[in-house]
């Protein structure tokens, strides 16, 4: 049975007692250099073996699990559960479909601009022959045009449908012919008719009146005045879906100025643009209406392409001729080729459906991909065959790991070749040969520190040294235990010390605390030495008053003379300490000293005096003001401190309902289990 020796308070003689651990009065086995540790008060002890057997088979130390892709790259984190045999699968899929996709993308790319290039250029020799055509054609209507309007004013009578007389005139194309001509001279900036003549065949064979031409001339009077300034004008005047074309241009005779209008059809004109194949060609007005086309809907509707990207572009251009590529009010996307005549703003282009000139290319690519489907499904055929016999070790390895990671070290695996793979397969033997034996030191060792020390000791990092850091220090201690002690056998303490100490390391864990010894019957628990929670003071609270419930159940259990019941009272302080390794070179202790200590273990000391179980600090307090219900006790002197501190009894966390409400009710609570028990505290 281990003994411990004791200093009396006022004796210098040492006794020796069977487990007299009273408080304050514990022998300091070794000084520790720079500690404010009272010597009345300091808890320390000759054998950390003897007071360490009291282990708790749960507090074995597991190294912590991390996801070795956490910090990875997105990508990798994709791939990193992936099996080699789909690794190997993706990877040459990957390379199959860029490398094939690549030349497909090279081919198809120069092919398709290749053949745009020739259709823009084809396009281009198109529009460069009607444009000429069409030029021509307006020019000999103009000059026909300008002929009659000298007879009309002279006063001659010019019958326009005799096609004859015009031509005597002027020779132009025997399919144009004039519908009416109309003089307008400008008079104090006004345009007045002065002469206008008809078709009157032409007005027979339409049943038109010769209003129908008045009203639509009046209605683009304003823009055919400005011919008078010397620009040609040319629009679209299809009238009751029958082409026309309108064309003013300035006149002068003698004093007289002003412009003609002259309206006429546009068979001939319209003959340039008929399509060839999935061409097709159109002429635009200066305000990017459709003049001609070789669809004669878009004609006599007057489409407009005002809104459509090609007409800013067309405008836009510095030069007569170029291409461009535009998309339309439908989404189609076209190729065009356009050419500005020079005469009344005019521009002719030529267009050919994106989606049908590139519909071989298409055709080509698609053909294409079909090919590298086929060649991609054929290697990963192959891939898929081999992949399988080189998993099949690998997938042996992957269960041994398993097993390993289950704690069996003992590995019946063997080698299947001599390559890389067959190495690794010795190197897992020997390494779980290697495990098992550590697994075994780590698993002794735990018993006696921390999981987190313990994984410290087993890499070599223990130095000696300490650095200052805020920590929370809780200590607890049973109520009466010497009493309770030298009524029980020796092995009976034992065996209560062990269940005890179950429960309440247990409660240390569950809240991310560290217990950093036991002292007889009491436990020294740190928060924030070697790892940190959210607020380590409200963990060291929490683990409190987990403990007084986990106390009530232990205590169901008890209530006879060798199982008495047991109150226990605890103290937490948080402040600065020094945490660090201490010692020598040979013999380790991982600890905390400093003031912030000794005022926890006083602290925890003043449970009887207040009739209490849980108390804290001030400056516990300030870290979880506003969570829990406290009673603030009487301000007391405490040994080592100059000025009274203040003390907070714990009653319950707020947000408890159950929790005591009261000093009186708590202590209701921890004091009607033990009326029977009596005794002097350890």
Same mark, same amino acid.
């Given at each position: 049975m281990p003994l411990l020796k004791i200093k009396s308070s006022t004796s210098s003689k040492s006794i020796t007692k069977p487990f007299n651990l009273k408080k304050n009065k514990l022998t300091k086995a070794t000084p520790v250099p720079e500690s404010n540790f009272d010597t009345d008060w300091?808890?320390?002890?000759e054998s950390d073996t003897s007071l360490t057997n009291f282990h708790n088979d749960s507090y074995t130390a597991?190294?912590?699990?991390?996801?070795? @892709?956490?910090n990875k790259s997105w990508l990798t984190r994709l791939f990193y559960n992936w099996s080699i045999r789909l690794k190997l699968v993706f990877i040459i899929s990957i390379i199959i479909i860029l490398s094939i996709s690549s030349i497909i993308y090279i081919a198809t790319f120069f092919f398709k601009n290749d053949n745009e290039l020739r259709i823009k250029e084809k396009n281009l020799e198109i529009t460069e022959l009607i444009a000429a055509k069409t030029r021509s054609d307006i020019s000999n209507l103009i000059r026909s045009a300008k002929l009659a309007a000298i007879s009309l004013s002279q006063g001659s009578a010019i019958n326009? @449908?005799?096609k004859?007389?015009?031509?005597?005139?002027?020779?132009?194309?025997s399919e144009e012919g004039f519908i009416a001509i109309y003089v307008y001279l400008m008079e104090n900036g006004q @345009?007045?008719?002065s002469q206008k003549s008809y078709n009157p065949i032409f007005l027979t064979e339409k049943n038109w009146d010769k209003s129908v031409l008045d009203k639509n001339v009046k209605n683009d009077l304003k823009t055919f005045s400005s011919s008078y300034k010397g620009k040609t004008v040319v629009l679209n005047s299809s009238i009751n879906k029958e082409p026309l074309i309108a064309v003013s241009y300035p006149y002068k005779m003698?004093?007289?100025s002003g412009f003609i209008i002259a309206l006429a059809k546009m068979d001939g004109i319209l003959n340039s643009f008929k399509s060839s194949g999935i061409t097709d060609n159109f002429m635009l007005t200066q305000d990017g209406t459709v003049l001609a086309h070789s669809k004669k809907e878009e004609v006599y509707n007057k489409t407009s392409f005002k809104e459509l990207p090609i007409y800013e572009k067309i405008q836009a251009s510095p030069i007569n001729n170029g291409q461009v590529k535009y998309e339309n009010s439908n989404k189609e996307i076209f190729l065009a080729s356009f050419k500005k005549l020079g005469l009344g703003n005019l521009t002719v282009v030529t267009s050919v459906p994106e989606e049908k000139a590139m519909e071989e290319v298409n055709n080509i690519q698609r053909r294409n991909f079909y090919l590298m489907i086929i060649i991609l499904n054929v290697s990963i055929l192959i891939v898929f065959i081999y992949s399988k016999n080189l998993t099949k070790p690998i997938l042996s390895l992957v269960e041994a790991s398993k097993k390993i990671e289950r704690g069996e070290f003992q590995l019946d695996i063997k080698e299947t070749s001599g390559d890389e793979i067959g190495v690794l397969t010795r190197s897992f033997v020997h390494m779980g040969k290697g495990l098992s034996e550590r697994d075994k030191i780590k698993d002794a060792f735990g018993k006696f520190v921390s999981p987190e020390l313990?994984?410290? @000791?087993?890499h070599g990092s223990m130095r000696l040294g300490g650095e200052r850091k805020e920590c929370t220090i809780f200590f607890s201690d049973i109520r009466n235990f010497t009493g309770m002690s030298e009524t029980m056998q020796p092995e009976d303490v034992v065996e209560f010390l062990n269940l005890y100490m179950t429960e309440m390391v247990s409660c240390v864990n569950q809240k991310g605390g560290i217990v950093d010894k036991f002292i007889g019957d009491s436990i020294m628990a740190v928060w924030g030495a070697i790892s940190s929670t959210d607020n380590d003071t409200e963990s060291a609270i929490e683990t409190a008053l987990l403990m007084r419930k986990s106390l009530v159940v232990f205590n169901k259990s008890r209530g006879t003379v060798k199982k008495p019941f047991i109150r226990i009272g605890i103290g937490i302080n948080t402040g600065d300490v020094i945490a660090g390794q201490i010692g020598s070179e040979e013999r380790l202790e991982f600890t905390v000293i400093g003031d912030a200590v000794n005022l926890a273990s006083r602290v925890e000391g003043l449970n009887k005096e207040f009739g209490t179980d849980i108390l804290i600090t001030e400056s516990a307090y300030s870290k979880v003001a506003n969570k829990y219900n406290v009673k603030k006790m009487k301000a007391i002197h405490v040994k080592g401190k100059k000025k009274p501190q203040v003390i907070y009894a714990v009653l319950g966390r707020l947000s408890d309902s159950s929790a005591p409400k009261s000093i009186q009710e708590l202590r209701a609570i921890i004091f009607q289990e033990s009326k029977s028990s009596s005794g002097t505290k350890a």
């Open positions: 300091d808890r320390s002890y597991q190294p912590e699990e991390r996801d070795p @892709a956490a326009l @449908a005799d004859s007389e015009i031509t005597e005139l002027n020779d132009i194309s @345009a007045t008719l003698e004093e007289k313990a994984e410290k @000791a087993l």
